[in-house]
């Protein structure tokens, strides 16, 4: 058996600080946007709160609790023999409104203290700095990214990092899914703290009555902006940080070879591009930008400044997430929903319990497509199957399905590494069970380690070992040569 994998490559997992974290008020956190997103199911939205309403359930503000388990936690993905371990910052356990000049000691304290054990344990720690996460602070008082302040209050907050966990970090993320602004309801709200003015919002993923497109551009730019001076600061403070953009990816077919289905997919990942590769790791708006801008009834004024520090502060290398692929069709009838991407149906592949097209070679097209286009180092730092686990009699959890669905990611990966693709890493999304993002749920799991914790919050959070636990560890061993 050989592998396909470089020497190297970097095998884990991947979590986001609040939907595993908890520990939502501990050791002087401010409140963050998520802190006010209420539970929900696939067919009941997740709602958005003004302030923590008593009576109502917030899954982040216990979550599986890592804040309190973390040693264990980094202890179970060492033995499943993880190279690097994907994990986010929430800003306000630093910053707990956002707008202070100096951090809270002991929300840096804590990181320090995960970061160190990650050394103990030979894992490389790949940080997301923004995970749908913006302190509500800032939200509240200055209608988060919409307002340039904010590209001052990240940098404090990047420097913080960059400073503090110099020689522990080398690996960044300066946004997650940042191609997430297009999205209405979703976008405005964990995308860009951009919030509702009721008390009471239920959290869509299209569009939405109060959605503001040139308000919401405006803010896109501006995390723009503040993802290039990040890469600059970044490697003026350590010129060993290699940082990268990261994008919500997927891969669009025409439904048909009807030239209006074809030109439909054409300009759904000329919208992807826009975001990750073009801005981030090529240093410009692209040339149709304008018009794709105008057509939401957007203008955007880019000034020369701008533009030049886009130019200069280009990604290292460019991850992204990848769940399913999509359909384009002009015809409306076809349209139906899935994770951050609607679109019609695929007759050829399966869905998830929760909807998603599920769609090995989609990935092996998406990672060819976008490094013929932007030729940088590639990383896959999500991908994965939410599904529902039952728990045997004898405490064992038998998940055939999960270990079908990566594998057969992980095959598709190895043909596109054959094929000349750059790729560093896989770090499989949700590696222990954590909160769900877009429907706040338990029950939608994707670990290789289980949590005993449900829906309304009952469970003791006891972790234990799914069978794709084992499974992944002889991947991992193996570098990706054993697959069976
Ligand atoms: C991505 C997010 C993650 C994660 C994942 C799975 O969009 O970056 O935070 O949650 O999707 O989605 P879900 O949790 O909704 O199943």
New binding site residues.
């Given amino acids: 058996m050989t592998s396909s994998f470089p020497e190297g490559f970097l095998w884990g997992g991947a979590t ?1 600080a609040n ?1 595993c974290e908890g520990g939502y008020d501990c050791d002087g956190k401010g409140l963050s946007v998520p802190d006010v997103i209420t539970g929900g199911t696939v067919t009941e939205p997740r709602h958005v709160t003004d302030g923590v309403l008593p009576g109502r359930n917030y899954p982040s503000h216990e979550a599986v609790d890592m804040y309190h388990h973390y040693k264990d936690d980094l202890a179970l993905f060492a033995e499943m023999g993880f190279k690097c371990y994907r994990l986010s910052i929430n800003w306000s356990r630093l910053f707990p409104e956002g707008d202070e000049a100096e951090p809270n000691q002991a929300g840096v304290e804590f990181y320090r203290g995960v970061f160190e054990e990650c050394k103990r344990l030979g894992i490389e720690p790949l940080v997301t700095i923004s ?2 996460e913006l302190p509500l602070g800032l939200a509240k008082k200055y209608g988060g990214w919409s307002n340039r302040k904010l590209v001052d209050f990240y940098l404090t907050y990047c420097k913080t990092l960059f400073t503090e966990y110099k020689g522990l970090v080398r690996l960044w993320l300066t946004f ?2 940042i191609n ?1 602004a297009t999205m209405g309801g979703f976008g405005n709200i964990m995308g860009l703290g951009i919030l509702p003015e009721t008390e009471d919002w239920p959290m869509s993923f299209g569009a939405c009555e109060w959605d503001d497109p040139q308000r919401r551009y405006e803010g896109l730019h501006n995390q723009f902006v503040a993802s290039a001076k990040a890469v600059r600061l970044g490697h003026s403070i350590d010129p060993d940080n290699r940082i990268g953009c990261m994008i ?1 990816g997927n891969a669009t077919y025409p439904y048909s070879c009807n030239p209006d289905d074809v030109l439909a997919a054409q300009s759904d990942q000329r919208e992807r591009n826009f975001f990750c590769g073009d801005v981030q790791v090529r240093g410009a708006y692209p040339a149709w930008g304008e018009s794709y801008l105008a057509r939401q009834g957007v203008t955007l004024e880019v000034s020369e400044e701008d533009a030049a520090t886009l130019k200069a502060g280009t990604v290292d290398f460019y991850s992204f ?1 990848y ?1 399913m692929s999509s359909t384009a069709s002009t015809d409306p009838k076809l349209v139906e929903g899935g ?2 991407f609607a679109g019609a149906g695929n007759p050829y592949l399966e869905k998830s319990d ?1 909807g998603w097209a599920i769609d090995p070679k989609g990935l092996r097209y998406y990672l060819e497509e976008v490094y013929d286009r932007y030729q940088v180092p590639l990383m896959v730092v ?1 991908n ?1 199957l ?1 599904a529902v686990d039952e728990v045997e009699a004898d405490g064992s959890i038998h998940d055939p399905y999960r270990i079908d669905y990566l594998r057969k990611h992980i095959e598709q990966m190895a043909i596109a590494v054959e094929h000349g693709v750059d790729l560093m890493g896989y770090t499989m ?2 590696c222990i069970d ?6 706040g749920e338990m029950k ?1 799991r ?1 670990g290789f380690v289980y949590v005993d914790k449900d829906n309304d919050g009952n469970g003791t959070l006891a972790r234990s070992r799914k069978d794709s636990f084992d499974w992944y560890k002889k991947v991992i061993a193996t570098n990706g040569a054993d697959l069976d």
């Fill in positions: 986001a939907q995970h749908y997650n899914e997430c919500a997430s769940y994770n951050l929760w999500e994965g939410g999304w949700g954590l909160v769900s993002a877009s429907t939608k994707y």
